[in-house]
């Protein structure tokens, strides 16, 4: 037998593509075809399922903004997300439809709220209440590879005792044990923190985190969303120092590689409106503009402005700026102040140039508005008529695994 | 005048499998770090042969490196667009092995982005052919992660 000669001048080995390339352009493909790729062989497979994959594709997936919409269909709530391009700028360009790509969940079963977003992966909450207990559960769902996990292990609440008692929420990462995590934060009926629990996904109990500050939660109206904000490793909430003589409003901070917390202020001018305003009637909403921790208001007495302020740097408190203040009138804005409850703002997204799309939530009619700050003018932007719930989620695609 | 007599006496000499001889100046030889190790390692007045890089990747490949140092950051921009359109799938490929080959890295950033542009809604059939891969799933296995995400084949070309 007579070996093939390979130094022959003709032969040349079989060009292919090193793991290393294969694994390159693999990132830069978008999930829904990574799912499909995955059939192409074994060794593709064994690619697309490695961590240090998933990490590095999640680090080159577009950072397009996206929402969690929510609509009633029938007895369902079926909840997606939805490019916020999409929504406000071409809202005929997208179609609702009922099928697996939802999260679908009776609309009278059980309360339900998304609590946050972290490398593509949404925290969904449950809860059921009894005479003497409450029940709290998450699900953790990746919307594109549309894998959703089955209930976390439940946190009972006695409410016997307390009643009253109300719980804030938040969802975020730990970069340095790659660890996501829930927090729930409880407080009686005059906003004192009664204890601060947290679930990492995939175990099987929920653990006390010790040494909260003594704050007081934020008792704002049943509009105002209390989960926490993920901003620089850190969650935030709205809340109320209790250190002062007077309460001032404060952002509490908690950091999801410490588990400790710590106070941050609020813009300096936000000082006065607040003390002339008793904090249940506040509007306050924490946000993120642009990567950064934003903080919007209005000043409700005074009834003539909304307001956004941005903390250009994480932590520093002489970093906060004031990036928008536009009148109501400006702004169209038409509510009789003693429904001015009724009534809720929030900056969606801020635009490069300075421009901002504003939703407006009055009763139950959802309307979005974009304000050219240069011109200002303001425009109404139609998007899709059978959403009935945003919810302003920071959510990006990625093959992350819920389960 | 001087000073172009004395990169072309300096100027490198690469063959290719196809028996073409380029010679390319040392700066642009240099960002191949192939032939940059092979410079240090060999009498740089040597002819280097490349067997795994025909004529036309090597050409294409310097027309890269010549456009785009030439340029502006925006012209470059509009000189890696073109530069990637005017080739095929199957020319992209071949070159995108030939600068995997000769570790030209600028092409290496830019070019899996392009190909994964070109390959996302290819169907299964069709990227193993291309890539020459042999499928090593049996029947049952491959049929179990398709039905696994049966919905994501909405869409998909049909070759």
Redesign the interface.
């Known amino acids: 037998m007579t070996l093939p000669t390979l130094r022959g001048k003709k032969t040349?080995?079989?060009?292919?593509?090193?793991n290393?390339?294969?694994f390159?352009?693999?990132?830069?493909?978008?999930v829904?075809?990574l799912?499909?790729?995955?059939?192409?062989?074994?060794s593709?497979?064994a690619i697309i399922s490695n961590q240090s994959f998933i990490k590095f594709h999640l680090q080159r997936s577009p950072k397009d903004a996206y929402v969690i919409t929510a609509s009633k269909h029938g007895e369902y709530v079926a909840a997606q997300p939805c490019k916020m391009r999409s929504l406000f700028e071409n809202p005929t360009s997208i179609s609702i439809t009922v099928?697996?790509?939802c999260y679908l969940f009776k609309a009278d079963e059980h309360c339900f709220n998304f609590v946050g977003s972290a490398n593509g992966l949404v925290c969904s909450l449950g809860s059921a209440i009894t005479a003497s207990e409450r029940k709290i559960w998450v699900r953790f769902w990746n919307p594109a590879t549309?894998l959703l996990s089955k209930n976390s292990a439940c946190l009972l609440v006695d409410v016997t005792n307390d009643p009253f008692s109300y719980s804030m929420f938040g969802f975020g990462y730990d970069h340095l044990t790659n660890t996501y995590k829930v927090i729930v934060i409880c407080y009686d009926g005059e906003g004192k923190i009664t204890w601060v629990k947290v679930h990492n996904m995939g175990d099987t109990f929920w653990r006390d985190i010790h040494n909260f500050p003594d704050f007081l939660a934020a008792r704002t109206n049943g509009q105002v969303r209390r989960d926490g904000i993920y901003v620089s490793n850190n969650l935030n909430w709205i809340a109320v120092s209790n250190s002062n003589s007077y309460k001032q409003s404060v952002i509490v901070s908690l950091d999801l590689v410490e588990e400790s917390f710590t106070q941050l202020s609020m813009p300096c001018a936000f000082d006065e409106v607040y003390l002339e305003v008793p904090f249940e009637e506040l509007y306050i909403f924490l946000g993120v503009l642009m990567d950064y921790l934003c903080v919007s208001y209005d000043d409700f007495y005074k009834g003539t402005n909304f307001i956004v302020w941005q903390m250009k740097e994480f932590g520093v408190q002489k970093s906060w700026t004031k990036v928008l203040n536009i009148s109501y009138y400006d702004l169209k804005v038409d509510c009789e102040l003693n429904e001015r409850h009724l009534l809720s703002l929030f900056p969606m997204r801020m635009y490069k140039n300075g421009d901002f799309l504003i939703t407006l939530l009055y009763y139950d009619d959802l309307q979005a508005v974009m304000y050219n700050q240069r011109d200002k003018k303001v425009e109404l932007v139609k998007f899709y008529n059978s959403i009935q719930w945003i919810f302003e989620i920071d959510y990006i695609e990625s093959l992350v695994s819920p389960l | 005048m001087a000073e172009k007599a004395s990169e072309s006496s300096n100027s490198i000499s690469l063959n290719t499998v196809d028996g073409k001889i380029f010679k390319v100046s040392p700066t642009i030889a240099n960002q191949m770090q192939t032939i940059q190790s092979l410079i240090k390692a060999y009498d740089s007045s040597r002819v280097i042969s490349l067997p795994h890089v025909n004529a036309f990747h090597l050409s294409k490949i310097i027309e890269y490196l010549e456009g785009k140092s030439a340029t502006t950051v925006s012209a470059v921009k509009e000189f890696e667009a073109q530069f990637m359109k005017d080739l095929s799938l199957k020319q992209l490929k071949g070159l995108l092995i030939a600068v995997g080959y000769l570790k030209v890295n600028e092409l290496l950033e830019l070019m899996p982005k392009t190909v994964a542009k070109l390959i996302e809604n290819k169907s299964v059939e069709f990227l193993r052919k291309f890539f020459g891969i042999v499928n090593d799933f049996t029947p049952s296995e491959e049929a179990k992660i398709r039905e696994e995400i049966a919905w994501a084949f909405d869409g998909v070309d049909e070759d």
């Open positions: 040349q080995p079989l060009p292919t593509l090193c290393e390339l294969i390159e352009i693999l990132s830069w493909v978008p829904k075809s799912l499909i790729l995955r059939s192409v062989c074994k593709w497979k099928d697996n790509s549309r």
